[in-house]
């Protein structure tokens, strides 16, 4: 089971980009899918979920309007579109999934945005906002 984040890159403020995380040795129909992000010195943080159909989706409060996450299943790939960059959305950027039929980490994921206990993670991306 492999997850292989890219799109990354240094941006200006107010700019954008799209990640993509591609899936491989298995689908993303039966998985949630996550996005993390890690700030130099801070916690890593949930931003978004999307369910296992790619119909329901989650945001943290510090992206909602900004970031969209969406999903196609015939890539097996899931995608997060950054608008509005910020220098505070400045970090390395992570994808997870989690497998729907365990209802303790779907909660965690979908709901909570918190990725404890999950095994599938992808490597990072870097995403740099700065003038």
């Known amino acids: 089971l492999q997850l292989v984040e890219s799109g990354g890159g240094s941006v200006q403020p107010g700019g954008s980009l799209r990640l993509s995380c591609a899936a491989s040795?298995?689908?993303?129909?039966?998985?949630?899918v996550g996005w993390f992000r890690q700030a130099p010195g801070k916690d890593r943080e949930g931003i978004a979920s999307?369910?296992?159909?790619?119909?329901?989706?989650n945001y943290a409060d510090t992206v909602r309007g900004r970031f969209t996450i969406s999903k196609d299943g015939a890539k097996n790939t899931v995608y997060l579109q950054m608008d509005s960059l910020q220098p505070e959305d400045t970090g390395v950027y992570y994808c997870?999934?989690?497998?729907?039929?365990?209802?303790?980490?779907?909660?965690?994921?979908?709901?909570?945005?918190?990725?404890?206990?999950?095994?599938?993670w992808g490597q990072g991306t870097q995403v740099t906002v700065s003038s």
């Open positions: 997870a999934a989690a497998n729907k039929s365990d209802p303790v980490l779907l909660y965690r994921l979908y709901v909570s945005l918190d990725g404890r206990g999950i095994d599938n």
């Open positions: 040795g298995f689908s993303l129909d039966y998985y949630i």
């Open positions: 999307i369910s296992s159909s790619g119909q329901v989706t």
